[in-house]
C-alpha cells in the first residue's frame, strides 16, 4: 500500500522518511500553502466575517507536486506541527487535496523519533476544526487590527509603520516602562556596614535595626543625619554577640522549558533574541546530522506552555541519573502550573526536553554548529536537572548589638549540590561560613563604613523580561513573542542597546496616537481576554464568529472616529551635514526601500540621492585628534552629533560635541547642555556632569516659578514649573 505523508519542512521530512520504510512517501508543504491576500483585506466584513483564502504565490509547483503525489497515494495523511498553526496547515492541504474531512487523516507526534513516529502513523485522527476556527479567529483578528490601521498611520503620520493587536500593546509596555523612569525621582538612603574581625578572620555585618522587646524592628537609614547618630551611639571598636543561628537552607531546581521560559533563559544565558532562540530550536526539533546516524530530530516540539514530562521521558531521566550520578541525586518531580496560568488547550504537550537523553551535548557536540550546541545544553542540562535533589547548604546567621544597634551578617556553603552538578546556570549565590561565635562574645570593629545611596526606577525591559510580563499578564502565546518583538525592532519603534529596549520618538508617537484613538486595542486586559476567548474557541466552547463579531462592533467604532479626527502629522525629515552637489542645499535622510539614504531636499527640481553610511561623515574640523594629532570629522550617530578621528578605523578616538543653551544650570554654576538618550530622545542636562546630576525632559528657561522660585520649563508650549508638587503654567 502507498501512503502520502505531508509535513511542513523538509527538513524534517528528511528525518522522517528514513523511519517510515518504503511504503511511505514524505513530502513536505514549505509551511502554508493558502492565506489571506496581502494586497487588501481580504476579509468579508459585511457577509460573517468569511474570510477569502487563496493559494500563496510561489507555491504553486509545491502544491503540483502534492497534488501529483496524492493521486497516486491510495491514503494521504497530514502531519503538520500539533498545534493550532499546524492544524490549519493540515485543514488547508485538504481543501487544496481534495481530501475526505471526515476521514482520519491527520498524524500528530511531540517528537521526530522512530517510536514516536511510527506509534503516530498507526493512529491517524480527523481534523480538529475547533482548533482550526481558533487559529482562523486569530488571524482575521489581527488583519483586521492590521489592515484597517496601519493604513492610517500611514496617512496621518509616516509610511512603513504598522499597529497590531498583541505588538501595539508589547510596545506600550515599554513605554508603559520608560515613562515610569522618566518620572522616578530618586529617594536618598543610608547603608551602614561593619568589618568585624575574630582573630584573623574577617567579615561584613550589616545594619539591619533596633531592639524592641528583644526583638529584632527593621530600620532603613534615610540620611546622614541618622547614620552619625547611629555611629556615635555605639562603640566604635568593639560590639556584642546577641545571637547566633545555624539552618539549612535548599535550593530547588527549576522546572523543563516552556517556549516562553526558553526564550527568556537563552536570552540571559546565552544573550540569544528570541527570534534566534526560536529558529534553532526548530532546526533542533526538526533533526540535525548526527555523525554515523545521519538526521536525528534532538528535542521535543518547541512550541508548548507545558510543564508536563512523559512517563517514558521521566523514566529515560531517572535512569541516566542513577547511572551517572547515584540514586541519590535522583528525584521524581512533577510541575505544575500555577492556576492562573493554567490553559488546557495549551497544554496538549510536553514540556521541551531531549528525545534522546543519553545523547549528552559534549558527545555529539562534533555535530552541532556553536550555538546549536549552546542551546541544546541548555535545553538538556534542564531537563536532567529538574529530576534531581535539591541543593543542600549550610546557613551561618549571627545578629550583632551595639548599644541596641542590630547588625546582621551571614553565610551559607555549599554541601550538596544535588542538581547543580549539571545546572550550573542558577543565580543562587554562596558565602563562605561565618566564624564560630557564642553568645555575648565581644568582637572587634576593624572598619566602620557608612555608604549614600538613591533609589533606582525600575529596570529597562530586556527581550527576557518582556516575554515574561506578556506571558504573565496572558498577552499572546509562546508562537507570537519573538515575532512580536522582531517587528517592533524592525519598525524602529524601539531600539537595543546592551540588552536593553529603549522606545524611539516613533515608538512614543505612535502608541500615544493607539491610546487616544484605539483605547480597547491596546488595553493589555482587553487583549488577555481575547486570548481566552480564542481558547474557548479552540476548546469548542465558543463559535469563532461571534468572537469576531464582539470585536468588531466596538473596533469599528473608535475606527470611524479615529479616521474623521486624527491630525496629520508632518514628521520633517533629518538634515544631515551633506551638501547636494547639483544645488548646494544640505542633503536629507530619507527611508527608503532597502533603508536610509541621503536625497535633495530640493525634489523634484533637484533629484540627487546618494547612499548614507553607517555614520555619515560630512565636514573636516578645525580640532585635532589628542592620540594621532590626525583632523577630526563631525560625524552624525543615533544619539546626535560627535567628532570621529579622519584616521578611523586605525584611531577610533571621538569625543561629544556639546550643543548649549542659554541657561544657567540650577543646581550650580554649569550650562545646560542639549543631550539625547540611549534611544534618540533629547533632554537637558547640566555640563558639570557627573559631578552634577541636573536633567530635564523638558527645555529649562531663564524664568523664575513666582509661586515656587524653581526653574520653569517649556511644556505644551507653555511655561511650566519644574517642581511638579507646585506645577504653576503661565496663561
Not at 546622614?224 to 535550593?251: C, F, L, R
Not at 546565552?270 to 536525528?296: C, D, H, R, W
Request: net charge positive.
Amino acid at each position: 500500500m502507498n501512503n502520502l505523508l505531508i509535513v511542513e519542512s523538509p527538513a524534517k521530512a528528511k528525518t522522517i522518511a528514513k523511519f517510515l520504510g518504503k511504503n511511505y512517501t514524505v513530502k513536505a508543504s514549505v509551511g502554508h500553502v493558502r492565506d489571506l491576500p496581502k494586497s487588501k483585506l481580504g476579509i468579508d466584513v459585511d457577509n460573517n466575517f468569511e474570510p477569502n483564502y487563496i493559494t500563496i504565490r510561489g507555491k504553486g509547483d509545491v502544491i503540483k507536486e502534492l497534488k501529483k503525489e496524492a493521486k497516486k497515494a491510495d491514503n494521504v495523511y497530514l502531519a503538520t506541527d500539533p498545534d493550532r498553526e499546524g492544524e490549519a496547515i493540515s485543514w488547508h492541504l485538504a481543501k487544496i487535496l481534495n481530501l475526505d474531512e471526515s476521514k482520519d487523516i491527520r498524524v500528530e507526534f511531540n517528537e521526530i523519533t522512530k517510536e514516536a513516529i511510527k506509534k503516530a502513523s498507526k493512529n491517524p485522527r480527523k481534523i480538529n476544526i475547533d482548533l482550526v476556527d481558533a487559529q482562523q479567529a486569530r488571524r482575521i483578528l489581527d488583519r483586521l487590527v492590521g489592515y484597517n490601521i496601519s493604513p492610517l498611520l500611514w496617512k496621518k503620520i509616516e509610511k512603513g509603520l504598522s499597529a497590531g493587536r498583541v505588538q501595539s500593546v508589547a510596545l506600550k509596555l515599554v513605554i508603559d516602562r520608560e515613562r515610569e523612569i522618566m518620572d522616578f525621582v530618586p529617594e536618598e538612603y543610608w547603608t551602614l556596614e561593619l568589618e568585624v574581625k575574630k582573630n584573623k578572620k574577617k567579615f561584613i555585618a550589616k545594619y539591619a535595626g533596633i531592639l524592641k522587646n528583644d526583638k529584632l524592628s527593621k530600620v532603613k537609614i534615610k540620611n546622614e543625619d541618622e547614620v552619625k547618630e547611629i555611629i556615635n551611639s555605639m562603640d566604635k571598636e568593639k560590639i556584642s554577640v546577641y545571637k547566633t543561628e545555624k539552618t539549612k537552607s535548599y535550593s530547588k531546581p527549576s522546572a523543563p522549558f516552556t517556549t516562553s521560559t526558553l526564550q527568556q533563559e537563552a536570552n540571559r544565558r546565552l544573550n540569544f533574541p528570541a527570534k534566534k532562540t526560536m529558529m534553532i530550536a526548530q532546526q533542533l526539533y526538526e533533526g540535525i546530522n548526527i555523525k554515523g546516524e545521519g538526521s536525528v530530530g534532538l528535542v521535543t516540539y518547541i512550541r508548548t506552555d507545558s510543564f508536563r514530562l512523559s512517563d517514558e521521558a521521566v523514566t529515560m531521566a531517572k535512569d541516566y541519573i542513577v547511572s551517572n550520578y547515584g540514586e541519590k541525586y535522583y528525584m521524581n518531580r512533577v510541575f505544575t502550573k500555577p492556576k492562573k496560568n493554567e490553559n488546557k488547550v495549551q497544554d496538549a504537550h510536553e514540556a521541551i526536553r531531549p528525545t534522546y537523553v543519553n545523547k549528552n551535548p559534549d558527545l555529539i557536540k562534533d555535530s552541532l554548529s556553536s550555538d546549536q550546541y549552546k542551546l541544546y545544553s541548555l535545553i538538556w542540562k534542564r531537563f536532567i536537572a529538574c529530576q534531581m535533589v535539591e541543593a543542600e547548604y549550610d546557613v551561618t546567621k549571627v545578629l550583632l548589638d551595639g548599644n541596641g544597634n542590630i547588625f546582621e551578617a551571614s553565610g551559607k556553603i555549599l554541601v550538596f549540590d544535588g542538581y547543580k552538578k549539571v545546572y550550573k546556570y542558577s543565580d543562587d549565590s554562596e558565602s563562605k561560613l561565618l566564624p564560630e561565635v557564642e553568645k555575648s562574645e565581644m568582637l572587634e570593629i576593624s572598619q566602620i563604613a557608612p555608604e549614600q545611596h538613591f533609589t533606582q526606577p525600575p529596570a529597562r525591559y530586556t527581550e527576557a523580561s518582556l516575554i515574561k510580563d506578556l506571558e504573565e499578564r496572558g498577552i499572546g502565546r509562546p508562537s507570537t513573542y519573538a515575532p512580536t518583538i522582531t517587528t517592533i525592532t524592525s519598525r524602529e519603534y524601539i531600539v537595543k542597546d546592551k540588552g536593553s529596549l529603549f522606545p524611539t520618538d516613533m515608538g512614543f508617537l505612535v502608541t500615544e496616537m493607539m491610546e487616544k484613538y484605539f483605547s480597547k486595542v491596546i488595553n493589555e486586559k482587553f487583549t488577555a481576554e481575547m486570548e481566552n476567548m480564542l481558547d474557548e474557541v479552540a476548546s469548542g466552547k465558543v463559535e469563532w464568529h461571534e468572537v469576531i463579531n464582539e470585536f468588531y462592533k466596538d473596533f469599528k467604532e473608535e475606527l470611524d472616529v479615529a479616521e474623521k479626527e486624527m491630525e496629520e502629522i508632518e514628521i520633517k525629515d533629518e538634515v544631515s551635514d551633506v551638501q547636494c552637489e547639483n544645488c548646494g542645499a544640505f542633503m536629507v535622510i530619507k527611508k527608503g526601500r532597502y533603508g536610509k539614504f541621503l536625497a535633495c531636499p530640493n525634489y523634484p527640481e533637484c533629484k540627487n540621492t546618494k547612499p548614507l553610511g553607517g555614520k555619515d561623515a560630512v565636514e573636516e574640523t578645525d580640532e585635532v585628534c589628542e592620540v594621532c594629532g590626525a583632523k577630526m570629522l563631525k560625524r552624525k550617530g543615533r544619539y546626535g552629533e560627535f567628532l570621529a578621528c579622519s584616521n578611523y578605523p586605525s584611531c577610533k578616538t571621538t569625543k561629544p560635541i556639546v550643543k548649549t543653551i542659554d541657561v544657567n544650570c540650577p543646581k550650580c554654576d554649569g550650562k545646560i547642555a542639549i543631550k539625547f538618550s540611549k534611544a534618540g530622545r533629547r533632554f537637558f542636562g547640566c555640563t558639570n556632569y557627573p559631578e552634577c546630576n541636573f536633567m530635564s525632559w523638558l527645555e529649562p528657561t531663564k524664568e523664575k516659578c513666582p509661586v515656587c522660585g524653581e526653574m520653569m520649563v517649556i511644556k505644551d508650549n507653555k511655561p511650566t514649573c519644574i517642581n511638579k508638587k507646585c506645577g504653576k503654567t503661565e496663561e
